[in-house]
């Protein structure tokens, strides 16, 4: 177990539908990153936010958005949706943000999302 | 810019057998961070291993050896004496402080079917 919890687990929706993924990171982490995991793309970078700030985006489709509150979750807002956004997404938690002294990101369970 | 290559799709092996992911990666910064996760058939990813740009020396845990050579840009994963558990997709991913600010870019991972 990482310590870090998404919910929910799987999800189900139909195409042009919104849905909301929730992050909680390891107690102390302040960053949390999400990621997309899909068939055609593999496992990539989609934002990073860090002590509520947004810090880096990836390959994050303008149809979706995140934010970080100020108990450190995150959720990740996925809107318009399309039968190709359906993937794994995970998010990842760390204690600091990018800098020289890296730390490792532990990985919550994933949220499965099933566009029909 | 940034790439991870894992040429290898898919890989079977016969238990016991000893067998080697391949993982070359492409980075401008000299201060990079190399890991390996482990993707079982449950779908969480697992942290294995990470290594610093600096720290060339091979490491070896248990079973399971790294190998971290600069002058090929490569760090390969090397499983002694495979088991049926060692199943699972194995990911290599580079982080470095690239206009995603530390974030994984994953490789596309590598398959490894271990069989009785």
């Known amino acids: 177990d990482s310590g870090v919890t998404q919910t929910p687990k799987h999800l189900i929706t139909a195409t042009g539908q919104r849905v909301t993924l929730r992050c909680s990171p390891r107690s102390g982490d302040l960053s949390v990153y999400w990621y997309q995991q899909s068939l055609d793309q593999g496992l990539q970078f989609l934002i990073h936010y860090y002590n509520g700030e947004e810090r880096a985006k990836g390959n994050i489709l303008e149809r979706f958005s995140a934010q970080q509150f100020p108990d450190l979750h995150s959720e990740l807002n996925l809107s318009s949706l399309e039968l190709g956004d359906s993937a794994l997404y995970f998010c990842?938690?760390?204690?600091?943000?990018?800098?020289?002294?890296?730390?490792?990101?532990?990985f919550g369970p994933g949220t499965r999302l099933t566009v029909l | 810019a940034q790439k991870v290559t894992q040429a290898q799709t898919e890989i079977s092996v016969v238990e016991k057998e000893d067998v080697t992911l391949d993982c070359v990666y492409e980075t401008r910064d000299t201060t990079y961070y190399l890991f390996w996760y482990k993707q079982p058939p449950s779908g969480e990813l697992v942290f294995l291993i990470r290594?610093?740009?600096?720290?060339?020396q091979n490491e070896i845990s248990g079973r399971y050896s790294w190998n971290f050579q600069k002058s090929t840009s490569s760090f390969n994963f090397t499983i002694t004496a495979s088991q049926v558990v060692d199943s699972a997709v194995y990911f290599c991913a580079l982080s470095d402080n690239s206009n995603s600010g530390y974030a994984l870019n994953f490789g596309k991972g590598t398959s490894l079917l271990v069989t009785p």
């Open positions: 990842a938690s760390s204690v600091v943000t990018g800098s020289s002294s890296y730390n490792e990101q532990f």
């Open positions: 290594r610093n740009s600096f720290d060339e």
